[in-house]
């Protein structure tokens, strides 16, 4: 793979640290009535994004060093990403249990950052499924499955052809 390409996936990576950042920013929002309730919502998913990506950028690092690193690489990745869609779907029943003035009041703040970070989460996916074989069961629950599949379609037809 060329340096260029493999810089622009790293850069795909190490973009969970800005969102991370942006969702912190959420609680200092002039938007955000309650900063101490924001930071109750967010900061689980912040901390996991950030440790999630340092173990990512790591790991493709020593992907590319060692390829024989490929065997732990796959169980360190497959867990860093399992533990992001987690903290999605954590962030989602925090939200639900809110009430509604409460939910209008700060999940629209911090959703469309969601929703971002769901997406650059998926094209890391697509980023490792090109790298070693990866098991999306460990990884996301089947109805997640299925529509990072319907997202991806082509990429993941392609790959999967491929013995990803």
């Known amino acids: 793979m060329k340096k260029d390409a493999l810089e622009k996936q790293y850069r795909q990576i190490t973009t969970l640290y800005d969102m991370a950042e942006e969702l912190a920013s959420t609680v200092e929002s002039e938007f955000t009535k ?15 994004v950030a440790d999630s990506a340092d173990t990512l950028t790591e790991e493709f690092i020593n992907l590319f060093e060692n390829p024989s690193h490929k065997k732990s690489a796959k169980t360190r990745i497959e867990a860093a990403l399992r533990k ?8 989602r029943n925090r939200i639900g249990l809110r009430g509604k003035k409460t939910l209008a009041a700060l999940a629209n703040i911090a959703d469309p950052i969601i929703d971002k970070i769901r997406k650059q989460v998926e094209k890391i996916t697509l980023i490792f499924m090109q790298l070693i074989e990866l098991s999306l069961e460990r990884i996301m629950h089947k109805y997640e499955i299925e529509e990072f599949k319907r997202a991806n379609e082509k990429a993941v037809s392609t790959l999967l052809q491929l013995g990803h």
């Not at 309650?34 to 996991?48: F, K, W």
């Not at 992001?84 to 962030?91: G, K, N, S, V």
Request: proline residues 9%.
């Open 34 to 48: 309650d900063p101490q309730t924001q930071l109750a919502l967010v900061e689980p998913l912040i901390n996991q």
């Open 84 to 91: 992001i869609f987690m903290a999605l779907d954590e962030y």
